[in-house]
């Protein structure tokens, strides 16, 4: 799996967008760029995901660059509750074997009031 | 919104003892994985399971380890003998696995079994 570059922590004021970076130069065509965060030492959160298009849902957006070789996670109203270790991993398509995710350190996210 | 649930949250045991820990994936999932995370560490692959076999394992799942899907619910993680270095959380987690959405689907996790090994 291509490997991913985060910057190790951010920070955010409450209610104002976290833009969080990723850089996978390496990714291949058949590889998805997912997210994911992790508060305390709870289970892992699945975010968002994506191929090359850019993704919305409730939680998150995820904006790809046209050459894959980067995206952003960008949660639009950041709360206190946001506050989490945020992954972004490359992981391959789902041949119809089972496709694991390796997580990275990711970045940590403080929001602050 | 259905979730991955694992049982016990906590367990102890001591060195040598073999510890069971149990997770209820998601019902229409076919993909199963376990997890592990050292306190203050990445969270590692352990395993992967499809179609009643293991589809891949990392370097740290050795003969100690072992898991089963015993019936059409659980999904099982085995440590014969438990170690010291044993003592880590444990994420479940399944994945969807039918049709075209299988290639793509996120893997969902459970809130996890903390293991102390004393």
């Known amino acids: 799996d291509a490997k991913t570059t985060q910057p190790p922590s951010m920070d955010c004021a409450e209610g104002r967008a976290a833009n969080l970076p990723c850089n996978h130069s390496t990714i291949s065509g058949n590889e998805y760029v997912y997210w994911y965060r992790q508060i305390h030492s709870q289970g892992p959160q699945y975010i968002i995901h994506g191929l090359k298009n850019n993704e919305t849902n409730e939680m998150a957006s995820l904006i790809i660059t046209e050459d894959r070789k980067s995206s952003t996670l960008i949660l639009p109203h950041a709360t206190l509750r946001d506050t989490a270790v945020y992954y972004c991993?490359?992981?391959?398509?789902?041949?119809?074997?089972?496709?694991?995710?390796?997580f990275g350190t990711g970045t940590r996210l403080q929001v602050t009031l | 919104e259905p979730e991955v649930t694992q049982t016990p949250s906590h367990q102890v045991t001591q060195m040598g003892q073999e510890v069971i820990l149990r997770c209820v994936p998601i019902s229409n999932h076919l993909y199963f994985y376990w997890y592990r995370q050292i306190l203050g560490q990445k969270v590692e692959f352990l395993v992967s399971f499809y179609n009643n076999e293991i589809s891949e394992k990392s370097e740290i799942f050795d003969d100690q380890f072992s898991v089963e899907r015993p019936d059409g619910s659980n999904f099982t993680l085995k440590i014969r003998s438990t170690k010291l270095e044993d003592s880590a959380m444990y994420f479940c987690a399944s994945s969807e696995g039918t049709g075209f959405r299988s290639y793509n689907s996120p893997l969902h996790f459970g809130n996890g079994t903390r293991l102390t090994v004393t």
């Open positions: 991993i490359v992981r391959v398509a789902n041949t119809g074997t089972a496709s694991k995710l390796t």
